[in-house]
């Protein structure tokens, strides 16, 4: 076990126990979570209401919205470093709020899409204020294991949020998918105001100045485990977003899933939450490093391995979906981990810190997924050969930064 691993916890924040304050934080996530998934049903009667001629344009419902969240990441940490985690998140929240009243009485595309880049400039302070937030009341494994406690949460809700959208589809227009996202963040903003204490301690409040800033970014950007893990990370969220992006087409297209396609892709996600479950319970024991360590390689041998039967005209829909399974376990394994170990050894500017990693691992992911899906030429092989190189950069990366695997090998 490293020292920082094994380093004593701060007295717990006032006000607040263990099982609401992960439920909170878990909470903050599936707010960001639903903002995408839930729209996917209700596109083209947007589009058709909207009066959007090209088909592919209504996919800017959700790029727009994703194109607040990815950039304006970098933004709030240093908010949060100056007048606390509190404040900062509500003001996100409020954002949240009331641009998502406004896409319910949205009449044009072009009016949609204000309300949709600042639902993802809102949602964006959740995002980086969740890390923050656990950083500043946990570190090491403890911190690892709360952060998979809520991303069981945020794993589950791209199952159930294309269901919940369709359900308000049902009962009533788009619309009411907006209604709902403004009632979820007003609920969340009331929660955060009333229950959970501000958690920045006075002594690390540092003032908002150009100069002390850049400093905040220096410090995080030339931490060896910092850029290590959060590049590391980068590269395992570059293969999931290349999953969301071609899942369709290589189980349908590709692997004549058919009907099924939902069935099974419920099926790998709910093996992610599995993993992120398993981390919970064992991360404290094992440490972040050995389990961390040792799903990089499994991740990378199991996508080596589909590769492999794909390429050789070996693979079948059940040895695609088994196998990718255990890939997806794997990376549930090694996400929360290699994010706590590069938040780790920069809790002092956590805010700008967990800014940094959420704009590096953000649009990092997103273009290296993107990069995958345009890959696609009717089979699964492109996908697979970019899980496996993705995940063979992750391990070199971890290799350049601790030296070794399984320990860590230099002092923080």
């Known amino acids: 076990m490293s020292p920082s691993e094994a380093a004593p916890q701060r007295a ?5 126990g263990f099982t609401e304050f992960v439920a909170l934080m878990a909470a903050l996530m599936a707010v960001n979570a639903l903002a995408v998934d839930s729209m996917l049903p209700a596109l083209p009667q947007i589009a058709a209401d909207l009066g959007i001629v090209h088909e592919n344009d209504q996919q800017w419902i959700v790029t727009a919205y994703l194109l607040g969240l990815g950039a304006c990441q970098i933004v709030y940490g240093p908010l949060a470093d100056r ?15 009331a641009f ?16 949709r880049v600042f639902q993802g400039v809102g949602s964006a302070a959740a995002r980086v204020l969740v890390v923050a937030i656990v950083r500043d009341c946990y570190e090491g494994r403890r911190m690892a294991r709360v952060m998979s406690l809520a991303l069981i949460v945020f794993l589950a809700v791209p199952i159930l949020a294309p269901s919940l959208g369709q359900a308000v589809m049902l009962a009533g227009s788009w619309h009411w998918i907006f209604v709902v996202l403004a009632g979820l963040s007003g609920v969340v903003f009331l929660w955060v105001m009333l229950r959970l204490p501000e958690t920045l301690h006075p002594e690390d409040r540092l003032p908002l100045a150009f100069g002390r800033v850049g400093q905040a970014f220096r410090i995080v950007l030339t931490n060896r485990f910092a850029v290590g893990y959060m590049l590391a990370m980068t590269c395992v969220m570059g293969a999931l977003f290349g999953f969301i992006n071609s899942a369709q087409q290589v189980f349908v297209e590709a692997l004549g899933a058919g009907i099924y396609f939902p069935l099974l892709f419920a099926g790998i996600a709910l093996a992610i939450a599995l993993a992120s479950f398993t981390n919970s319970r064992i991360v404290e024991r094992f440490g972040m490093r050995l389990v961390s360590h040792s799903a990089i390689i499994g991740f990378t041998l199991s996508a080596a391995l ?33 994010g706590a170990m590069a938040m780790e050894p920069v809790g002092h500017v956590a805010g700008t810190a967990s800014s940094v990693q959420g704009f590096v691992t953000t649009l990092g992911g997103a273009l290296l997924g993107f990069m995958i899906g345009q890959q696609f030429d009717g089979t699964a092989a492109p996908m697979l050969l970019g899980f496996a190189a ?21 002092a923080h």
């Open 83 to 97: 007048y606390g985690r509190k404040p900062t998140l509500l003001f996100g929240l409020a954002i949240y709020f």
């Open 390 to 410: 993705f995940g063979a950069g992750a391990i070199l990366i971890v290799l350049v930064t601790e030296g070794r695997l399984f320990k860590a090998h230099h």
């Open 306 to 338: 589909n590769a492999g039967l794909a390429l050789t005209g070996h693979l079948s829909l059940a040895a695609f979906a088994l196998l990718q399974a255990v890939t997806m376990f794997c990376f549930g394994l090694t996400g929360p981990n290699f």
């Open 100 to 115: 998502s009243v406004l896409a319910v009485f949205a009449t044009s595309f072009t009016l949609m899409m204000v309300a």
């Open 12 to 16: 717990p924040h006032r006000g607040i």
